[in-house]
């Protein structure tokens, strides 16, 4: 067995998937075969949920299914409201996000059944809940009251409606809806292969997604829409941007929402994200943020060839929307639910246990000394 590390796995093959790939002959990340921008254009974000986690789309009847079951599991248990009143109104929304899944998996009664058509029940009672509780601690730490979800609104226009107790106008709620549609799957990435390595010891979904979520958290992976909003803050108006980017190069620094793995020419999301961040702007009749986005963008590519990856529309957008900005890595976390369950769901149903081999480059073997002879 050849000891040559490949750090970070970096182009390593571990494992087949029918979720998505990203297709250079189309030059788009795809899910179940379906190019994500066709997606944006032509369906809303729940007919992509169902996509990803059944294989298919959805029709009339199923889709009309699909959304009611959602709907109906909004509801929170009164352990976690309480429990969301009570955590710190410091902590940050990504860990009360993984705090509220992992106690869902305290309270769910199917817990340990893994068998397909439990993890998809308790798949649908996660994706439904886990808004609705994040949306609820934007309301309390603030000192507001809990706005309870309605069943008549989408997914997305309910969590605008539990955030800020009205649903913004239809194009708005499109560019959310689209920004869903882009985060929702995206093969092999670190939290996907966190949720996949967990599934692999045949533990529980709760722990899987618990897990993927401490996961996305990090900078490098989804913390990187906060960071990119950091960023944006420092260089306050437009004028300010290529001195502030020039000096980030030359000090050899890590720009946020730019660069990425797999693309190396571009992620394929990022266009039609941008498209919807202009509109968003517009409405909002706010330019400045696109200003500073496409300068810091020229001189990234000018100087560096790394490209924007989808975070770096998104952190603007949804600042212009009204979130808060550590709420930018939560919204990831409620579109991705649907990719991580669908990759523990394949995972469990081929299951081999992950665990890789290291080179070790420790201590030779040592004779262990009493404790009063050290
Ligand atoms: C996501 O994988 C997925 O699918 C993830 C994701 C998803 O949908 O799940 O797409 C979501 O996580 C997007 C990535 C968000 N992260 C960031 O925006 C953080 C900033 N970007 C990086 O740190 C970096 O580009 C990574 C972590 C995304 C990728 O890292 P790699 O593949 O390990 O590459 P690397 O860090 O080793 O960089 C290679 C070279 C280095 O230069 P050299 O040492 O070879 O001279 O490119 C440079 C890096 O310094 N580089 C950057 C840079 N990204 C790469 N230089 C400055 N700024 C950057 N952002």
């Not at 979720?19 to 250079?24: A, E, I, L, Q, T």
């Not at 817990?111 to 439904?128: C, G």
């Not at 797999?262 to 919807?276: A, I």
Request: net charge positive; proline share 4%; hydrophobic share 35%.
């Amino acid at each position: 067995m050849s000891d040559e590390i490949k750090k970070g796995l970096l182009g390593i093959v571990v494992d087949e998937t029918e979720v998505s790939k990203v297709m250079p002959e189309i030059n788009s990340l795809t899910y179940r075969g379906y190019a994500a921008q066709d997606l944006c254009a032509k369906c809303k974000f729940e007919e992509v949920a169902y996509l990803i986690l059944n294989g298919e789309l959805p029709n009339k009847n199923q889709l009309k299914k699909f959304e009611n079951q959602e709907r109906k599991e909004r509801k929170l248990s009164n352990t976690i409201l309480q429990d969301i009143k009570r955590f710190p109104k410091t902590a940050h929304p990504m860990d009360v996000a993984r705090t509220v899944v992992s106690i869902m998996g305290l309270e769910d009664k199917e817990t340990k059944d893994n068998s397909i058509e439990a993890n998809m029940r308790k798949v649908m009672r996660i994706f439904a809940k886990t808004p609705v509780a994040l949306a609820a601690f934007y309301r309390v730490r603030k000192g507001k009251k809990i706005i309870s979800p309605k069943k008549n609104l989408s997914f997305s226009e309910n969590f605008f409606h539990m955030c800020f107790g009205k649903v913004p106008n239809k194009e708005i709620v499109k560019a959310f809806d689209v920004s869903l549609i882009l985060y929702a799957e995206h093969s092999f990435n670190v939290s996907t292969f966190t949720a996949r390595t967990i599934t692999s010891s045949l533990s529980d979904i709760h722990g899987a997604i618990t897990g993927a979520i401490a996961s996305l958290k990090g900078p490098l992976h989804g913390g990187a829409n906060e960071e990119v909003m950091h960023m944006m803050n420092k260089i306050k108006k437009p004028e300010n941007a290529l001195k502030w980017i020039n000096k980030a190069l030359d000090n050899k620094d890590v720009v946020m929402g730019f660069g990425h793995r797999v693309y190396k020419s571009g992620d394929s999301r990022v266009p039609t994200m941008r498209e919807y961040f202009g509109k968003v702007a517009k409405i909002k009749k706010d330019k400045k943020y696109e200003k500073i986005y496409d300068i810091v963008e020229k001189v990234m590519i000018d100087r560096k060839n790394i490209h924007p990856n989808v975070d770096y529309p998104t952190g603007p957008t949804y600042h212009l929307m009204g979130f808060d900005t550590d709420f930018f890595t939560p919204i990831f976390v409620i579109s991705r639910i649907t990719g991580w369950s669908a990759h523990i769901i394949e995972q469990y149903a081929a299951n081999k246990l992950i665990r890789p081999l290291a080179s070790y480059k420790g201590n030779k073997h040592r004779k262990v000394l009493q404790l009063n002879q050290r």
